[in-house]
């Protein structure tokens, strides 16, 4: 198990200014913690509200951290509940669990909480592919 890692650019292979995650708290071999504090300066913020899109990209991030900075696609979102957006300056904290893994493809479960309030919950299915 990784935790407390803060050099992202070793857990995804996306790249400012299209990173929104900033932590890792923790990874392991089913599971993935991570934390994103939302900047002003974000590319998705708009009227300092991040949008659908950007926790949805936020979700698929944490996906990839515990992929292991695999190349990977979203195959599937199924069911996404947001009961609110995130605004700038609040910290998204994001869990991704494996529900199923067969071969190269991937179910998992994602929550994103800010505090004790969960904002939103999917189920992604993740295809990865090995970096060339």
């Known amino acids: 198990m990784i935790s407390g890692q803060t050099n992202i650019e070793q857990f995804i292979p996306q790249r400012p200014p299209f990173v ?13 913690h991570t934390r994103y504090t939302i900047p002003a300066d974000c590319v998705l913020v708009s009227d300092d509200v991040l949008p659908l899109a950007g926790l949805m990209e936020n979700a698929a991030q944490t996906c990839a951290v515990r992929a ?8 599937a979102v199924k ?3 947001v009961t609110r957006l995130p605004r700038v300056g609040e910290t998204l904290v994001t ?5 199923q893994e067969v071969l190269n493809i991937c179910l998992m479960e994602v929550t994103t909480r800010i505090g004790d309030e969960q904002i939103a919950a999917t189920t992604l299915k993740i295809a990865t592919m090995e970096n060339e």
Request: net charge negative; aromatic share 6%.
């Open 95 to 99: 869990e991704a669990r494996v529900v």
């Open 79 to 81: 069911q996404m509940t």
């Open 68 to 75: 292991g900075n695999k190349i990977g696609y979203i195959g």
């Open 20 to 32: 929104f995650i900033d932590r890792v708290d923790a990874v392991s071999a089913d599971a993935a």
